[in-house]
Each structure stands twice: as C-alpha cells, then as structure tokens.
C-alpha cells in the first residue's frame, strides 16, 4: 500500500513559525523612561514653600523687680481714732456725721479746747476749715431758719490787737460754752461773744438774725471737746 511522506509538511510548519516569529510585532516595553502619559496623583499632603521663611520667637522683656516695702515697727499700743471724752461729746453737735467726724478730727489735731454748736433743729453745717499752722484755728458756719446765721472763730485765727470783732456799740457779759464771755452788739446788726479778745488763742462766736436771748442761749451750750 502507498503511505505519503509527512516530512514536507512538517518541515513547511517549522518554516511558517520561523518566519513569523522573525517579522513578528516585539511586545511593548514594560515602561518606558520618557513616556508621555499623565502621571498618577500623589497621596501625600503637599509639603511647604521652600521659599516661606519661619517668624521668629518675640523677645521676652524682663519684668521690672518690685521695690519691698518697708515693714512699719509695732508699736506697743495702737492709739484710738478718738477719746471716749470726745467721742461722746461730739455725738451732741449738729451737723451730719461727716460733720462730727471733722470736729473729732481737730479736737486731737489742736492743742487747745475746740468748741462745736447744739443748735435747735433746721439748723445746719455750711462751711468748716481747720489747720495747725501757727498755732492752730478752726471756723465754722451754720445757717439756721428765717435766714439766722451761727460762726464760730476758735485758736489763733486773728493776729490783730482787737481780736478781729467789728465795732460795737454795747457790751455785756454772757458764756461761751464753759468760757465766760464778753458779748457785743455789732454796729452791722449782729451779737458777739468773745473770749481772750487780742490774745494769741481766742474765742469769738457771731450771730446775725438771732435775738439777744437766742443768740444766749446758743452760746451757753456750745459743748467743748478735748
């Protein structure tokens, strides 16, 4: 029986492959190092501008070391604002609580007797000074109903030989709270009670407004704190 021969078709295989794999299409390269695709997007956070320059820390000044104060020495005993004497006593003047505080005050301030007015009511403080300068004075005035007026001028607050009273034109005896007083009649109107008229230290209480016997009976009372 005839067999064919199948070497001619396998040598023609071997062949086509042969020649195909020679003119065949290369497989693409797996990257290439200058390829023109987009990149993928990072997924870290951008980092700063080289270009941003850091603040710098502010200066620490130096706070200004506090001075000590000095400690005050103890004493061996605290002295009281004021006297229970004076205490007492000017609980009974007029005027406000401003008012008997100011006349405490100069009762321990002054070296000699201070007087204040126990005036009946509507009666009131407008005005008061005192000083230690030159021996001391202390001036008041207190206004009272239908216009009447009250001072008293107390220490060494006139340097003139009549004592500073105005001119009168009679004269009588009367009080001035513990004192006894001379009393005038003034040319202007007004009554006066004075004590140590010309002296160094005197006491003159003046009244415009007032009777003889209120303007008394005012001055019998004015109570003295020392």
């Not at 003139?160 to 040319?187: H, I, N, W």
Request: hydrophobic share 40%; charged share 15%; net charge negative.
């Amino acid at each position: 029986m005839y067999r064919r021969s199948r070497l001619p078709l396998l040598l023609l295989i071997v062949f086509a492959v042969s020649a195909c794999i020679s003119s065949g299409t290369p497989a693409a390269p797996a990257a290439q190092a200058s390829g023109t695709g987009s990149p993928a997007p990072a997924s870290a956070s951008p980092s700063p501008a080289a270009s941003e320059t850091p603040t710098a820390a502010p200066t620490a000044t130096e706070e200004p070391t506090p001075t000590e104060e000095p400690t005050p020495s103890p004493t061996e005993a605290s002295t009281p604002s004021t006297s229970p004497g004076v205490e007492g006593a000017v609980a009974g003047c007029t005027g406000s609580d401003d008012n008997r505080a100011f006349f405490a005050k100069a009762a321990l301030d002054l070296a000699w007797p201070v007087y204040c007015a126990a005036l009946p009511a509507r009666w009131f403080v407008t005005a008061g000074s005192y000083s230690r300068a030159n021996g001391g004075k202390l001036e008041i005035a207190y206004k009272g109903p239908n216009g009447a007026k009250l001072e008293l001028h107390e220490g060494a607050f006139c340097a003139a030989s009549d004592g500073c009273v105005p001119a009168e034109t009679g004269s009588g005896y009367g009080t001035f709270g513990d004192q006894a007083a001379t009393v005038l009649e003034l040319e202007d109107g007004r009554v006066a009670a004075v004590v140590g008229r010309g002296e160094r230290l005197s006491w003159l209480a003046l009244g415009d407004g007032l009777g003889a016997d209120a303007f008394a009976s005012i001055t019998s009372v004015l109570i003295r704190l020392d």
